[in-house]
């Protein structure tokens, strides 16, 4: 498997394109925005999406997913339901933060823990509910590639806030400790917004994980 980040939206939301290099399929996380340059991103390394995955609710995430889905036909699936709500107040987050052609949409599939999402010959991605930021936040996780999509459960030196609706830290700090350093410290993560690290790095330097702000 091979992947790719975009940069989308104000929030310099780190989009990411999971592909099979056998068939070109790929699955698009987070369209928060910017939906033809994603398409173009697409069309550079002649890629096919096959699906579209959102870690949670939050517009700079999910922002463009409706339209990306529209022009082109792959499903929506995620985030887990319990994130419904933020979904569907989509157009009241756009006019609060000034984005324009945001909109509602039902997923083909909600997500659990313990599901799986399949694309491409082989790719098959593990997903992990890790509430916190948001109450249905979920975790896409690649273990063949020791690679995880992790969205805004985690950040190089930080953690995801807790400050919105139904958000709560220790549950984050819970997800994080019991969902997400198991999985190893050789792991490497993509966060929502800023450079990748690994779940070792973020174990013994995290402040929040440490026990210095946790």
Not at 138 to 163: E, M, N
């Amino acid at each position: 498997m091979r992947y790719k980040i975009i940069p989308v939206t104000p929030f310099e939301q780190n989009c990411t394109i999971f592909w099979c290099e056998k068939t070109r399929q790929a699955a698009v996380i987070d369209p928060g925005g910017d939906v033809e340059r994603i398409r173009a991103a697409l069309a550079a390394d002649d890629l096919t999406p096959a699906l579209i995955l959102a870690t949670h609710g939050h517009i700079d995430h999910i922002g463009g997913a409706a339209a990306l889905a529209e022009a082109t036909g792959a499903p929506i699936e995620g985030p887990h339901a319990e994130d419904r709500f933020w979904i569907d107040g989509i157009a009241q987050q756009a006019r609060s933060f000034g984005l324009a052609d945001c909109r509602p949409f039902t997923p083909a599939r909600w997500l659990e823990d313990g599901d799986t999402v399949r694309f491409g010959a082989d790719i098959e991605l593990q997903v992990l509910h890790c509430p916190g930021h948001t109450p249905g936040h979920v975790v896409f996780y690649h273990p063949a590639s020791r690679l995880a999509q992790v969205g805004d459960v985690l950040f190089q030196g930080s953690i995801g806030r807790t400050d919105f609706p139904r958000g709560d830290h220790a549950t984050l700090l819970r997800s994080i400790r019991e969902r997400l350093l198991p999985l190893g410290d050789e792991v490497e993560f993509i966060p929502g917004h800023g450079p990748l690290s690994t779940f070792g790095e973020e174990r013994r330097y995290n402040p929040f994980l440490s026990g210095r702000f946790g």
